[in-house]
């Protein structure tokens, strides 16, 4: 895979990072990690399970919109219940949701590149 680079940000990503990383994109202070009807029923599909059965095991509504639940792993530390803790990877990688496809070019990154950098060692500056 090559560096990253979108319009409007100040920064590139080297997915290699993502290897000497401990998952910090999918760890950290509790938020929402949003799935729509599609990606829902992509990972239904993944799992080998009911609709129903990802809405209740594995998503909360908030509003109008869900999100993916998360399980504590300290004081206030959270972490996607997909995540592995001890293979520190992803279990849903492949249907991950856009949320998770589109990290680290958030709009929200782009005036907080230095909360960014902290969190993902695969920043580089440009």
């Known amino acids: 895979?090559?560096?990253?680079?979108?319009?409007?940000?100040?920064?590139?990503?080297?997915?290699?990072?993502?290897?000497?990383?401990?998952?910090?994109?999918?760890?950290?202070?509790?938020?929402?990690?949003?799935?729509?009807?599609?990606?829902?029923?992509?990972?239904s599909e993944?799992?080998?399970i009911s609709l129903d059965e990802v809405m209740f095991s594995f998503l909360e509504k908030r509003g109008y919109k869900y999100s993916i639940k998360e399980t504590k792993v300290a004081e206030n530390n959270y972490a996607c219940?997909?995540?592995?803790?001890?293979?520190?990877?992803?279990?849903?990688?492949?249907?991950?949701?856009?949320?998770c496809r589109t990290f680290p070019f958030w709009d929200y990154f782009k005036t907080k590149e230095d909360e960014v950098k902290k969190e993902c060692p695969a920043i580089l500056d440009i």
Do not use: T
């Not at 000497?20 to 202070?29: A, P, T, V, Y």
């Not at 219940?81 to 949320?99: G, H, N």
């Open 1 to 43: 895979m090559s560096i990253i680079k979108k319009e409007g940000f100040n920064f590139a990503f080297d997915p290699k990072g993502c290897e000497s990383c401990q998952g910090n994109c999918c760890i950290g202070e509790s938020g929402n990690i949003w799935i729509n009807k599609e990606e829902m029923i992509n990972l």
């Open 46 to 48: 993944y799992l080998k």
């Open 81 to 99: 219940v997909f995540f592995d803790l001890e293979r520190r990877a992803c279990s849903i990688y492949e249907v991950r949701p856009v949320q």
